[in-house]
């Protein structure tokens, strides 16, 4: 009951703001480009016996970008989505991940959605206060902002911008800097090392009281967001936590399709050697890229969200079909 409210409540408010609901395909090209997502794969009959590999989609993005380079300016998407190596209490293979976007709007515009969202979520149950594993923050009052700079020094004492030169993370002096903070071995990259200070010293202390969002990564964490013009160790990315849940990751959208190739290949590079498989890039994709507007978009993980504005304690009482044949 309290999904079906939540859906309705987030319908009607992207219906107020002008946005257009639409439907992407589940079967993709390439599924997503990221070093540690992985998707499932299939191989499709054509009429005449011959197959061609698809894979199970990590994320809209890449279909919703081309309908942007269409022509559409505010969409949104309840998208299926479905990731391998990925099972617990906050986690399912399969979900249902809220996206949008807004063309010719910077980030903070989808700042405040994401904002709004939440507590639209909290006010369709009539929730006071979401909680989980002990932590409690009100999805009503204003949001806790931080970047990631200020919150590796709150919590970590390290100088993170210090280890980034040239658009690059400096993996010596990052790993000297958590020598003492986190294990760190001799085949952990940059971003290995970025990922487990973040895990281990900055994501618990987020979203406590209120909802906290997290923002101006750095750059070699950008992923499919723009570098800020104004500092360009740093990029137009954020992602909103409450509980210490990840709820939303958001962009200030690249759309330079030149350094997003790049960005993609040193990505497959770094996934063939860690885990001995490449997808392909999606060539439609990037041609979008290079035609779209400026744009603004987020993710935000709907099944989570349910779950802390319903009072439920793990993922698989808010959806209604928990995956079968685990036993």
């Given amino acids: 009951m309290a999904r079906a409210e939540i859906t309705k409540a987030l319908r009607s408010w992207f219906e107020g703001e002008g946005f257009c609901e639409v439907e992407t395909g589940i079967l993709q090209v390439s599924p997503g480009n990221e070093t540690h997502l992985h998707a499932p ?115 970590a004492g390290i100088d993170l911008l210090a280890t980034i030169s040239g658009g690059e993370g400096d993996r010596a002096a990052l790993a000297q800097l958590a020598h003492d903070k986190v294990r760190v071995v001799d085949d952990d990259t940059w971003s290995d090392i970025f990922s487990k200070i973040l895990v281990e010293h900055v994501e618990p202390r987020l979203g406590q009281g209120c909802v906290t969002l997290l923002y101006e990564y750095p750059v070699p964490e950008a992923a499919l967001a723009r570098a800020k013009p104004s500092d360009r160790r740093v990029a137009e990315r954020f992602e909103a936590y409450a509980c210490a849940i990840e709820l939303a990751n958001g962009f200030g959208e690249l759309t330079d399709a030149v350094e997003q190739r790049r960005r993609f290949s040193l990505a497959m590079d770094e996934k063939q050697r860690r885990y001995g498989e490449r997808y392909p890039l999606d060539e439609d994709f990037l041609a979008a890229v290079a035609t779209m507007p400026d744009a603004s978009g987020v993710a935000l993980g709907f099944d989570r969200l349910v779950m802390l504005a319903s009072g439920a304690t793990k993922i698989d009482q808010v959806v209604w079909t928990p995956p079968s044949g685990e036993a």
């Fill in 41 to 155: 794969r299939t191989a499709l009959a054509r009429p005449d016996g011959t197959r061609a590999v698809r894979y199970l989609r990590t994320s809209p993005e890449f279909a919703c970008k081309k309908v942007l380079a269409a022509g559409e300016s505010k969409i949104f998407e309840f998208a299926r989505v479905f990731r391998e190596r990925e099972r617990g209490e906050l986690h399912l293979p399969e979900f249902t991940m809220l996206e949008w976007y807004r063309a010719r709007q910077g980030y903070e515009a989808v700042m405040a959605d994401t904002v709004a969202i939440i507590a639209q979520a909290a006010r369709a149950t009539g929730i006071g206060k979401f909680s989980f594993r002990g932590m409690t923050a009100d999805p009503l009052a204003a949001p806790e902002r931080l970047t990631v700079a200020d919150a590796f020094g709150r919590f």
